[in-house]
């Protein structure tokens, strides 16, 4: 498995030791008919209305390097000079620049403008950068589309095609993604081509609203192979807006430790935190979240890490041998 990653290297988001945690955005979704139903606009207009809202990333540590792209990705414009990209974009720069779309790392685009990062938050994958106030803005969307629906992302593939546009449909919903100490959860599954470069960029819906963040594939020598991940506008933009609001993002806490690479096994309870209020106890097996089944620790923590401060949740535990069903306040 390949990450869409715009950089070689990732910060370790979880590491083996203590994990706070936190879950569920709820997915709002809408049918293929319910979609038709509003204001559809066609396939051009749908790229003429959102191009002028995309720039590309570049860093201090941009490269072409074959067939990869780092340190370049995509953002785009939520308003008043605020743009979304990925976090992995922009990790471990010292300068971030945002530059005309129409641009390559060829021939960059004398006018960049260096942005003010606002905040990164590597357990969601979301950044905020900001620039003076372009004119065009995204809209957030407001329903998750269906499996079978119409999807398009812009961005710069390679970092050599500012401005690509590519089409496809929603293949799937509620997928994880791990690689180089990143889990990410909750995810779109698309087969609209993306490929390195694409990172950070909008994957729109058919009224050219955001339906999310196009974040990795999986593919040979980093390119698409038509399964592409993207973060859902229902985790990004509530991490954009506590972005814009704090620099941070405050996840909510369970207070357990484990090991990321093996099952979902208790090995410590913190006293006092939520788990332990809650009744959690050492050697405890969790199996799923809110229904949600669960393969190791790391997706564990990765889920909780999507939910909000002082959210519920269930969590299916397996105790001497017994399943039991417990209700947590984070």
């Known amino acids: 498995m390949k990450p869409l990653w715009a950089l070689a290297i990732l910060g370790v988001m979880l590491g083996l030791g203590s994990i706070f945690l936190s879950l569920n955005p709820s997915f709002r979704t809408a049918s293929n008919a319910q979609m038709a139903t509003s204001s559809s606009l066609t396939v051009p207009e749908i790229y003429k209305r959102a191009k002028p809202a995309v720039m590309t990333v570049r860093t201090d540590l941009a490269r072409l390097d074959d067939l990869e792209a780092r340190g370049v990705g995509t953002a785009f414009h939520i308003g008043d000079g605020y743009f979304v990209t990925s976090a992995h974009v922009i990790a471990g720069a010292r300068e971030v620049m945002l530059e005309d779309s129409n641009r390559t790392l060829e021939k960059p685009d004398q006018k960049a403008k260096i942005a003010q990062v606002i905040g990164s938050d590597t357990l969601t994958d979301i950044a905020v950068l900001k620039i003076g106030a372009p004119s065009t803005v995204l809209e957030w969307a407001s329903e998750i589309p269906d499996i079978g629906a119409s999807v398009y992302a812009i961005g710069n593939p390679f970092g050599r095609a500012p401005g690509s546009f590519s089409s496809g449909i929603v293949s799937g919903r509620e997928r994880v993604f791990s690689a180089e100490g990143l889990t990410l959860v909750h995810l779109l599954q698309t087969d609209t081509a993306i490929n390195p470069g694409n990172s950070g960029g909008p994957l729109l819906n058919a009224q050219g609203q955001v339906v999310g963040i196009n974040a990795a ?114």
Do not use: C, Y
């Open 217 to 330: 594939i999986i593919g040979g020598a980093g390119s698409s192979a038509g399964v592409g991940f993207v973060v859902p506008f229902t985790v990004a933009q509530r991490i954009a807006a506590e972005l814009i609001k704090n620099g941070k993002v405050k996840h909510a806490t369970l207070g357990v430790t484990g090991n990321n690479d093996l099952p979902a096994k208790i090995e410590t309870v913190l006293p006092g935190s939520s788990a332990e209020r809650a009744g959690i106890k050492t050697r405890d097996l969790i199996l799923s979240v809110d229904g949600m089944p669960l393969e190791n620790f790391a997706e564990l923590a990765a889920l909780i890490a999507h939910a909000s401060p002082n959210s519920s949740l269930k969590l299916e535990i397996l105790r001497d041998g017994k399943k039991q069903t417990i209700t947590l306040q984070l």
